[in-house]
């Protein structure tokens, strides 16, 4: 709608198109429980990615999905405003700030605890599993429909990928 916004032909039609734009956290907290959730017994760190947090405002909603989930403990992250450093293409275009803040990120989410990495960004959960690997850890990864799918299936909670560890030096001989 930014975009049209002086196009006397479609600005109001871009208008009403973008106020009914909505993330899928927002759409399916309103809806309220419909299926079953199994237990999860998970240890989660929840993640605001920056365009749903500081854009949309979507905080809110992806926890409060998470913790509708029998067994699931979330655990909040230290700086939760601070962006992990995927940003779009910002990580291609200032790679060094970009890994700085991933690794900052990163250090937060394993401060946590928590065995399970939730966002509902893909981009930032590549961003924390580069500097995972980097720091010769790993933590699973998902999209916070993907553990409401898994809660609603039944599934376990090692059902979700690993970020792969790189080898050590000792552990190359």
Do not use: W
């Not at 989660?44 to 509708?68: E, F, I, K, S, W």
């Not at 403990?73 to 601070?82: F, K, N, T, V």
């Not at 898994?150 to 376990?156: D, K, V």
């Amino acid at each position: 709608a930014e975009l049209l916004r002086d196009d006397p032909a479609y600005a109001e039609r871009a208008a009403r198109f973008a106020s009914s734009v909505r993330d899928v956290s927002e759409l399916l907290d309103d809806l309220g429980p419909v299926a079953e959730r199994h237990p999860l017994p998970v240890t989660v760190a929840y993640h605001d990615a920056c365009h749903l947090a500081h854009a949309q405002g979507v905080r809110a909603q992806p926890r409060a999905l998470l913790t509708a989930i029998p067994e699931l403990e979330l655990r909040e992250i230290a700086d939760p405003e601070i962006c992990c450093g995927s940003a779009g293409v910002y990580n291609l275009l200032n790679p060094e700030p970009a890994r700085e803040l991933g690794d900052r990120k990163a250090r937060n989410v394993f401060a946590t605890g928590a065995d399970l990495l939730v966002t509902a960004n893909p981009g930032c959960l590549m961003q924390v599993a580069a500097a995972a690997r980097r720091r010769g850890e790993s933590i699973s990864l998902a999209h916070t429909v993907e553990v409401l799918d898994a809660s609603i299936r039944g599934l376990r909670a090692d059902s979700f990928a690993a970020t792969p560890q790189q080898p050590t030096p000792q552990s190359k001989r």
